[in-house]
């Protein structure tokens, strides 16, 4: 299953020419996961690892581990929501949770300043789009796509609805949420930049 995963996001990511972005990105989650080691272990290098654990009693500590296995693994490593976190472990990347986008020019300004790599923003409606592209990050991740059991409750945006933002912006975007073996073939020809996973690697 990863592998069909895998070789789709890396189709998707070439046919988006978004080549300069990591095809594969795995979401860390500390309920469903909370040591992600076994679920990093099953990623091809040049895919990405995105830190949440917001809650984590050993967060600092966690991510400094995976910053280092990453590193042996040829990942990208992205920390969510803590930049300052992300800088002292001299995160690939930063990621904004989308309540962030209003308010983030602090942040923003700081890693600009201080950081080195990728600024990305989560996204699940057509002003977050707007907000996110005001900031100018590099990529943004669009949620639920399909039926998700990270967010079961919450009506997905469906193909046709992901395609069509998809083709409103020059803002790469990821396809996120209900993400498997199955759903990933259907979003060949999305124009989706890549992949975001939770469960298709812990599952």
Request: aromatic share 8%; glycine share 6%; proline share 6%.
């Amino acid at each position: 299953m990863e592998r069909t995963i895998s070789n789709i996001a890396l189709r998707l990511n070439f046919g988006a020419d978004a080549t300069h972005l990591p095809p594969l990105v795995l979401f860390s989650d500390e309920e469903r996961q909370p040591e992600p080691l076994s679920s990093i272990a099953l990623l091809p290098p040049g895919s990405a690892v995105l830190f949440r654990h917001y809650s984590f009693p050993a967060r600092r500590r966690l991510a400094l581990a995976l910053r280092t296995l990453c590193d042996t693994r040829a990942l990208f490593f992205i920390v969510s929501n803590d930049v300052d976190l992300a800088l002292e472990v001299a995160a690939d990347g930063l990621h904004l949770p989308e309540y962030c986008l209003k308010g983030a020019d602090r942040d923003i300004h700081k890693w600009r300043q201080f950081g080195e790599g990728f600024l990305t923003a989560a996204i699940h409606s057509p002003q977050a789009l707007i907000n996110a592209d005001r900031l100018n990050v590099d990529a943004a991740f669009l949620s639920p796509v399909f039926i998700s059991a990270s967010h079961p409750n919450k009506k997905p945006l469906g193909l046709m609805r992901f395609i069509k933002i998809c083709n409103s912006t020059q803002l790469p975007i990821y396809a996120l949420g209900g993400i498997n073996d199955i759903s990933a073939k259907r979003l060949v020809g999305s124009g989706a930049a890549g992949i975001g996973v939770v469960g298709a690697m812990i599952d």
